[in-house]
C-alpha cells in the first residue's frame, strides 16, 4: 500500500479549506461573488462591489467564530428576515446563483466526482447526496440548513452595500448601519450560544492522577485498532462475530464518550495525549499549526526506550508528525482497509513497535459518501470485523499476543447526512470501546461513563511509561485484572518506601 504522498497531505489540508464550515462560508461567499460581478471585474468596474466588502466584514466575523449546528441551524433564519424586513433588499437573481453554485458544489463536486475519484463511489451517488446534505447537522460545508442562511445574508447585505455605494450613498453611515446590524447579529448568536449550547461533554478539570505512574509494564506490547466513525448503535446491529466475541472475553466500557468537537484528527489528538482540544491545540480538521502542543503517548514511550507507532492517513500527520505512517486514502474503499492490514503487517515485522495504533478508514468513508443508516455501511462495520480476525490471528501465530493487550474502539460516531461528526448529534457522542489480554479481566462491563481521553494513560500504565505531561484522562484501572494492579500498587508503595 502506498504511502500520502507529499501531494495529497498538501491536498488534503486544502481540502479542509471547503470541508470545514468556518472557512467554507466566506471563501464560497467571495467566489460566488465574484463569479456574479465577473462582467464588473473584466469592464474594469469593480471598484463598488469590493467596497461594499467593507460593510460586510463584521458579519463574516461572526459567522467565523459562531457555529450553528444541530437546532441551533434553525435561528440562523432570524437574522436574515430581520435584514429583509428593515432593508427590503433582495436580489433573486443573486441568490439563485448561491444556491445551484452551492448544490453543484456538495452535490456534483464533493459528493459525486470528488469520491468517484478518491474512493471510487458510483458516479450516480448525487442520487443520494443531495438527501444527506439537506439531512447534515454538523457544521461543515455540507450542512444546508446551515451554511444556505449564513451565505444569503452575507450576500443580501454585500450587495445591498454595493448597490447603495454604486448610487451615490456615503460609506461612512452606510457602514454604520450594517455594522450596528452587524453587532445584533453577534448579540443574538452570543445568547443562544451561551443558553442553548449546553451538551459539551465535561471536561476533566484535574491531571491523571487515580492511579500512580506506573513502575513496571503490564504488557509488553499494545495494539489499538480504531475503526474511524464507527457508530455505536450501528455496531450493535451488524454481524461482528470476532468483535463481539472479544468484547465478551475482555472489558467493554459501554459510556465511552468521545471529544468535542468529534473530527477525526481533534479525536486522535485527545485519545492518545489524554487531554483536551484547548491544551494540544488541535481544534479542527483544518490545522493551521502543526504539531500538538503537549507531550503525546509516543513521547511518553521514548522516555523509557520504548518505540509507538500510528498508521493512519494523512491528516493525521499534522498533529503526531514523524511518529505517523501514512496511508494514502486515494484508493478504492472496498480494498482500503484490507491495505490498511497488510500494512500493519509490515510495521509488526520490520520494526516490532511497542504501540501500534491502526486506523481502518473504510467504515468512516462510507458513512460520509453513502450515509450511515444504509446497508453499505453496515457492511463496511462487518469487513472490518473479518480483517480485525485475521490481524489478530496473524499476531497469535507470531507469539505477539502473549502478553499483549489488544483495544478496539473507535474515535467518533457518525450522525445521519453526509455521516457528519463534530458537533455531537446523534449517533456521534458515544463509541464502541472494549480491552482484551491476559492483563484484562474477561466478561466485564463498566457502565459509568468515560472518556476517550483515558486512552493515552492507560497505554503508559499498560506499557510501564509515564502519562503524557497533560493526560487529564483517569487510568482504566476497571479493566485490570485484580492481581496485576495489586502488583502494581504493590512496586509503588515498595519504589516509594525506597525513597
Same mark, same amino acid.
Given at each position: 500500500?502506498?504511502?500520502?504522498?507529499?501531494?495529497?497531505?498538501?491536498?488534503?489540508?486544502?481540502?479542509?479549506?471547503?470541508?470545514?464550515?468556518?472557512?467554507?462560508?466566506?471563501?464560497?461567499?467571495?467566489?460566488?461573488?465574484?463569479?456574479?460581478?465577473?462582467?464588473? +471585474?473584466?469592464?474594469g468596474h469593480a471598484w463598488t462591489w469590493l467596497i461594499g466588502l467593507t460593510a460586510v466584514l463584521p458579519l463574516f466575523v461572526?459567522?467565523?467564530?459562531?457555529?450553528?449546528?444541530?437546532?441551533?441551524?434553525?435561528? +440562523?433564519?432570524?437574522?436574515?428576515?430581520?435584514?429583509?424586513?428593515?432593508?427590503?433588499?433582495?436580489?433573486?437573481?443573486?441568490?439563485?446563483?448561491?444556491?445551484?453554485?452551492?448544490?453543484?458544489?456538495?452535490?456534483?463536486?464533493?459528493?459525486?466526482?470528488?469520491?468517484?475519484?478518491?474512493?471510487?463511489?458510483?458516479?450516480?451517488?448525487?442520487?443520494?447526496?443531495?438527501?444527506?446534505?439537506?439531512?447534515?447537522?454538523?457544521?461543515?460545508?455540507?450542512?444546508?440548513?446551515?451554511?444556505?442562511?449564513?451565505?444569503?445574508?452575507?450576500?443580501?447585505?454585500?450587495?445591498?452595500?454595493?448597490?447603495?455605494?454604486?448610487?451615490?450613498?456615503?460609506?461612512?453611515?452606510?457602514?454604520?448601519?450594517?455594522? +450596528?446590524?452587524?453587532?445584533?447579529?453577534?448579540?443574538?448568536?452570543?445568547?443562544?450560544?451561551?443558553?442553548?449550547?449546553?451538551?459539551?461533554?465535561?471536561?476533566?478539570?484535574?491531571?491523571?492522577?487515580?492511579?500512580?505512574?506506573?513502575?513496571?509494564?503490564?504488557?509488553?506490547?499494545?495494539?489499538?485498532?480504531?475503526?474511524?466513525?464507527?457508530?455505536?448503535?450501528?455496531?450493535?446491529?451488524?454481524?461482528?462475530?470476532?468483535?463481539?466475541?472479544?468484547?465478551?472475553? !475482555?472489558?467493554?466500557?459501554?459510556?465511552?464518550?468521545?471529544?468535542?468537537?468529534?473530527?477525526?484528527?481533534?479525536?486522535?489528538?485527545?485519545?492518545?495525549?489524554?487531554?483536551?482540544?484547548?491544551?494540544?491545540?488541535?481544534?479542527?480538521?483544518?490545522?493551521?499549526?502543526?504539531?500538538?502542543?503537549?507531550?503525546?503517548?509516543?513521547?511518553?514511550?521514548?522516555?523509557?526506550?520504548?518505540?509507538?507507532?500510528?498508521?493512519?492517513?494523512?491528516?493525521?500527520?499534522?498533529?503526531? !508528525?514523524?511518529?505517523?505512517?501514512?496511508?494514502?486514502?486515494?484508493?478504492?474503499?472496498?480494498?482500503?482497509?484490507?491495505?490498511?492490514?497488510?500494512?500493519?503487517?509490515?510495521?509488526?515485522?520490520?520494526?516490532?513497535?511497542?504501540?501500534?495504533?491502526?486506523?481502518?478508514?473504510?467504515?468512516?468513508?462510507?458513512?460520509?459518501?453513502?450515509g450511515v443508516l444504509y446497508d453499505e455501511y453496515i457492511e463496511k462495520i462487518e469487513e472490518a470485523d473479518a480483517l480485525i480476525?485475521?490481524?489478530?490471528?496473524?499476531?497469535?501465530?507470531?507469539?505477539?499476543?502473549?502478553?499483549?493487550?489488544?483495544i478496539v474502539c473507535a474515535d467518533h460516531g457518525q450522525a445521519d447526512g453526509i455521516g457528519g461528526h463534530g458537533h455531537l448529534?446523534?449517533?456521534?457522542?458515544?463509541?464502541?470501546?472494549?480491552?482484551?489480554?491476559?492483563?484484562?479481566?474477561?466478561?466485564?462491563?463498566?457502565?459509568?461513563?468515560?472518556?476517550?481521553?483515558?486512552?493515552?494513560?492507560?497505554?503508559?500504565?499498560?506499557?510501564?511509561?509515564?502519562?503524557?505531561?497533560?493526560?487529564?484522562?483517569?487510568?482504566?484501572?476497571?479493566?485490570?485484572?485484580?492481581?496485576?494492579?495489586?502488583?502494581?500498587?504493590?512496586?509503588?508503595?515498595?519504589?516509594?518506601?525506597?525513597?
Amino acid at each position: 500500500m502506498k504511502e500520502a504522498s507529499r501531494f495529497e497531505k498538501i491536498a488534503a489540508r486544502c481540502w479542509n479549506l471547503l470541508n470545514e464550515g468556518k472557512p467554507f462560508t466566506p471563501i464560497f461567499v467571495v467566489g460566488t461573488m465574484s463569479i456574479y460581478h465577473a462582467a464588473d +471585474l473584466m469592464g474594469g468596474h469593480a471598484w463598488t462591489w469590493l467596497i461594499g466588502l467593507t460593510a460586510v466584514l463584521p458579519l463574516f466575523v461572526v459567522y467565523y467564530v459562531y457555529d450553528y449546528p444541530l437546532f441551533l441551524r434553525n435561528y +440562523l433564519w432570524i437574522p436574515y428576515v430581520v435584514f429583509l424586513i428593515v432593508w427590503s433588499f433582495a436580489d433573486a437573481s443573486l441568490l439563485l446563483l448561491a444556491s445551484g453554485l452551492y448544490f453543484f458544489f456538495t452535490v456534483f463536486f464533493w459528493g459525486t466526482l470528488y469520491y468517484h475519484l478518491r474512493i471510487g463511489t458510483s458516479w450516480w451517488n448525487f442520487t443520494r447526496f443531495w438527501k444527506l446534505v439537506l439531512k447534515n447537522s454538523d457544521s461543515t460545508s455540507g450542512n444546508a440548513q446551515e451554511q444556505l442562511p449564513k451565505c444569503f445574508l452575507l450576500l443580501s447585505v454585500w450587495e445591498y452595500a454595493s448597490q447603495q455605494i454604486d448610487q451615490g450613498a456615503a460609506l461612512a453611515p452606510l457602514c454604520g448601519a450594517l455594522w +450596528l446590524f452587524a453587532a445584533g447579529v453577534w448579540l443574538f448568536s452570543w445568547i443562544l450560544h451561551r443558553n442553548l449550547f449546553d451538551w459539551q461533554p465535561e471536561i476533566i478539570p484535574t491531571y491523571t492522577n487515580n492511579v500512580p505512574s506506573p513502575t513496571a509494564p503490564v504488557s509488553d506490547k499494545v495494539y489499538v485498532i480504531v475503526i474511524d466513525g464507527m457508530r455505536k448503535d450501528r455496531f450493535e446491529a451488524v454481524n461482528a462475530p470476532f468483535l463481539k466475541r472479544l468484547r465478551a472475553q !475482555g472489558t467493554e466500557f459501554a459510556q465511552m464518550e468521545t471529544v468535542y468537537p468529534a473530527r477525526t484528527v481533534v479525536c486522535f489528538t485527545s485519545m492518545l495525549t489524554g487531554t483536551y482540544p484547548f491544551e494540544h491545540g488541535i481544534r479542527s480538521n483544518m490545522v493551521w499549526k502543526l504539531g500538538a502542543k503537549v507531550e503525546t503517548i509516543f513521547d511518553s514511550l521514548r522516555k523509557v526506550g520504548k518505540t509507538g507507532r500510528l498508521l493512519g492517513i494523512a491528516h493525521l500527520v499534522d498533529s503526531f !508528525g514523524d511518529d505517523v505512517e501514512t496511508v494514502t486514502a486515494v484508493m478504492p474503499n472496498d480494498l482500503a482497509d484490507r491495505y490498511i492490514i497488510e500494512r500493519a503487517k509490515r510495521i509488526v515485522e520490520e520494526q516490532n513497535p511497542d504501540l501500534l495504533v491502526v486506523q481502518l478508514i473504510a467504515t468512516d468513508q462510507t458513512g460520509h459518501s453513502r450515509g450511515v443508516l444504509y446497508d453499505e455501511y453496515i457492511e463496511k462495520i462487518e469487513e472490518a470485523d473479518a480483517l480485525i480476525a485475521e490481524f489478530v490471528a496473524w499476531l497469535e501465530e507470531r507469539g505477539e499476543l502473549e502478553r499483549a493487550t489488544l483495544i478496539v474502539c473507535a474515535d467518533h460516531g457518525q450522525a445521519d447526512g453526509i455521516g457528519g461528526h463534530g458537533h455531537l448529534d446523534e449517533g456521534e457522542r458515544y463509541v464502541p470501546f472494549f480491552l482484551y489480554g491476559p492483563a484484562i479481566e474477561a466478561g466485564k462491563r463498566v457502565d459509568e461513563k468515560k472518556s476517550l481521553v483515558s486512552l493515552a494513560p492507560t497505554i503508559a500504565y499498560l506499557l510501564g511509561a509515564p502519562y503524557p505531561s497533560h493526560s487529564r484522562g483517569p487510568v482504566l484501572i476497571e479493566a485490570m485484572r485484580k492481581e496485576e494492579s495489586d502488583e502494581e500498587a504493590a512496586r509503588h508503595r515498595l519504589f516509594a518506601g525506597a525513597q
